[in-house]
């Protein structure tokens, strides 16, 4: 194996733990909060300012029609409101209620306490799992 090589998989390694370690805090995240992480994820956009449907969709990355879902839960759970634009009538306006703004809140600072600026400090949550590959 030349020396590139070997830099490629440590690369590639690191990538690999850390892209685990984001998917075991998006699990703790949701358990916590008891919502799903596209839940967690409307309410942390609605936390900067009130969204149209269409804007949340956007920051979303998905279509409108699975957004109407889940602000629907998510307005039934008593953490947004939808009211009517006072500039366009056609156009729905997403907020968070307080209950959703504490719940925005919580979901942030969980997941900035696991903030992992690279692969080196991801080892400690990754118990068992080598800072490099092994050889066989």
Avoid: C
């Avoid at 998510?74 to 306006?93: A, H, Q, W, Y």
């Amino acid at each position: 194996m030349t020396v590139d090589e070997r830099d490629d998989l440590v690369d590639v390694w690191g990538r690999i733990k850390t892209l685990v370690l984001q998917n075991n805090v998006r699990v703790e995240v949701s358990e916590a909060l008891g919502l799903s992480f596209i839940k967690i994820r409307a309410l942390r956009k609605l936390l900067a300012r009130p969204l149209a449907m269409r804007e949340l969709a956007a920051e979303l990355v998905t279509d409108k029609p699975y957004v109407t879902q889940i602000v629907d839960s998510l307005e039934k759970m008593g953490l947004v409101t939808r009211s009517v634009s006072e500039e366009d009538r056609r156009r729905r306006i997403v907020k968070l209620t307080e209950s959703g703004r504490v719940a925005a809140g919580r979901a942030a600072a969980r997941r900035s306490r696991h903030a992992e600026p690279d692969s080196r400090s991801a080892t400690p949550r990754l118990s068992g799992v080598p800072d490099r590959p092994s050889h066989p």
